[in-house]
């Protein structure tokens, strides 16, 4: 059985390559030109997706296609246009992908978007039925991205499988649970905007495991669910995590609100981490009988321990 993974080399894929290697399947790993650092022994193939050149070729054979390649938030943006290149990629690339994986008679096909396709703010907590609503512009794109999906696998024999993700971490990510660690890491107590806050995440190898689980059990048409780890969590109780496997003992400070609706105090960056906003998994759990394996604790643990080795 042979799998193609697209951002093979990217935080996800680096995860995943491995154990559908280790599960015995033939991998090949769509990277950008010039890119491409993943598993020995994996082979590789240089694609551009928003161009689409080489996509058939690399899908000679391939039973699943597991699309993650994607242009995600930008922390310091330098294209003048941001919208357009979020488009460029994720909707026009993705368009591309699921085309030639339509024609290479591949029979499932599972893609990586967000919560962010919903939008953020809202205090209920939202399944796959909640109304979307997307603020940014990689909301917006991956919400079209979506759209794409569906409308290019609607009558065909091929079974596609969007997986919403919220914020995700683990060893080897760059967000913003490492700044967390590094901020732990120097014994600064950490700020708490929102004290009872509780927000919706998923450790990365809950994610390998939700995309195994879809691979093996996929429904037929196009499914949409939500992954995300077996509970919620406050800043207070990730923060605290951090320090006891650091050996540091947890401290904060408590932030006014009023500071905080003042503005300027509560960047896009910390409100990720900070704020409230809440999903359900139920419906995967329901129709494919999946739950994440992985607790905070056993993912805060190894995301530390990588911190440690990393910094050395």
């Known amino acids: 059985m042979r799998a193609v993974v697209s951002g093979a080399d990217g935080f996800i894929g680096s995860h995943l390559v491995p154990e559908l290697e280790k599960e015995g399947w033939d991998i090949i790993g769509l990277v950008e030109p010039r890119q491409g650092r993943v598993a020995d022994g994996t082979r590789l193939r240089f694609v551009d997706i928003a161009t689409g050149t080489g996509l058939d070729h690399a899908f000679q054979g391939a039973d699943v296609v597991v699309h993650l390649a994607a242009r995600t938030h930008v922390l310091r943006e330098t294209a003048i246009d941001s919208m357009a290149e979020y488009r460029r990629v994720n909707v026009d690339g993705t368009r591309n992908v699921v085309r030639a994986a339509t024609r290479s008679g591949v029979k499932v096909f599972v893609v990586a978007s967000s919560v962010k396709v919903m939008g953020e703010g809202s205090e209920d907590i939202l399944d796959e039925t909640a109304r979307c ?180």
């Open 133 to 312: 609503s997307p603020s940014t512009p990689y909301g917006i794109s991956k919400w079209e991205s979506e759209e794409v999906i569906r409308a290019e696998t609607n009558g065909t024999a091929m079974s596609s499988i969007v997986l919403r993700l919220p914020m995700v971490y683990g060893p080897g990510n760059k967000g913003n649970l490492p700044r967390m660690v590094r901020w732990a890491d120097r014994g600064l107590p950490f700020p708490l905007f929102q004290p009872d806050n509780l927000r919706s995440m998923i450790y990365v190898e809950n994610v390998v495991a939700g995309v195994l689980a879809a691979i093996k059990k996929a429904p037929e048409g196009t499914s949409t669910y939500i992954l995300k780890d077996r509970e919620d969590y406050s800043t207070r109780t990730v923060y605290s995590a951090i320090c006891r496997e650091l050996g540091k003992p947890p401290r904060f400070f408590p932030v006014p609100a009023t500071l905080v609706r003042l503005g300027g105090m509560l960047s896009n960056d910390f409100r990720k981490v900070t704020g409230s906003f809440r999903v359900s998994s139920g419906k995967i759990e329901k129709e494919l009988g999946f739950s994440s394996p992985v607790s905070l604790e056993e993912g805060i643990a190894r995301t530390v321990a990588w911190y440690k080795h990393s910094a050395r």
